[in-house]
């Protein structure tokens, strides 16, 4: 056997404990699962369209590197009409392959090796990773469920050290739900101005709130030259599967990001620049419908889990609950395997998001009303058994 060839930041990189639960969940039939972060809806038919009839119309070559002029201005217009920040379509946008291509470009572009990067946590999956394969250092703060998962900023504050380079926030927030207040988004803002910090910000569940504002970094007072923000078409306009989404920031830092796309990707899918053109453009009305179906849902889940006696914080956004599980006297991880062996639905261990997230589990609700009913009723079961 010859010896790995692995670098050795691959080699200890950790598998995503999400992805160990989808491979348990698809050997077995008749799993409800609200394990899966994406839409449960398909595209709506207008954006399918404009994909189709791209192709249709003979766009099948590569794209400008930063992605195709008109998209990158839909892309300005609709953040200036949102949240009154203005980015330049020529020199400040550039399409990704989704918000994961512009976390890895983000962190290859800006980290040196042993630069630090303070992440809350929980947090989406792919964060320390990013970091950590791009050299860097993921340092966790964390929040917890009495301060509604709200990153403290002096917590943050003590997590900083000289080899601070940036701060990564990801809110509304998948796993928890929470959305950052104007005020404490505020007080790191800050933060990132004493220390002369950049904050990375993943905005992109930013149209899935509910009853709550969303407040984009950037439109913070003096924060637009201080930070990147990455958005993105999978969740809001449930278009995961067409690999879209695109980084705003100053004009140099942009530029270091494409010139690692152009060398590793070109530009972003052709046909998914179109239909994201259309999204933003025709997508509104199919947004409101499915926030709203998602706002039910969240009612269901939200009520039922406490009524089950699992604590549970109302989630602001995404379309997440994450239930203390700790009552049960099982860590995470046996809760949610046997969950999935004895009743078949699929939840994620809290512990997957950082170590903040121990404890609890991630229930997606992107997933039809009537499973979530039924869901409810077998996590029921299961609990009453314990
Ligand atoms: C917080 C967060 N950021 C980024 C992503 C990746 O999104 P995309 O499909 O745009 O790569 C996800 C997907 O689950 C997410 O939850």
Redesign the pocket.
Known sequence: MPKSYLSKTVSTLKPSGIRKFFDIAATMENVISLGI??PDFTTPQPIIDAGIRSLAQGETHYTSNSGILELRQAIAHNLEHLYGVQYDPLSEIIV????????YLSFSALLDPGDEVIIPTP?????QAEVALAGGVPVEVPTTMEDHFQPNPEVIARAITPKTKAILL?YP??PTGAVVSRENLQAIADLAQQHDLLVVS?E??DRLVYNFEHVCFPSLPGMQERSLL?G????AYA??GW???YAAGPADLIKGLVRIHQYSVMSAPTISQYAALEALRMGEPYVQDMLAEYDRRRKLIHTGMNELGLPTFEPHG?FYVFPNIQNTGMDDETFAERLLKEEEVAVVPGSSFGEAGAGFVRCSYATNYNLIEAALEKIGRFVKRL
Do not use: P, Q
Request: hydrophobic share 40%; net charge negative.
């Open positions: 972060g994406e990704t392959v989704g918000v994961s291509e512009a976390l947090c989406f999956v792919s964060y990801g927030n998948n993943d992109i569940y990455l993105g078409f999978s969740k278009m995961t690999r879209i989404g995404a």
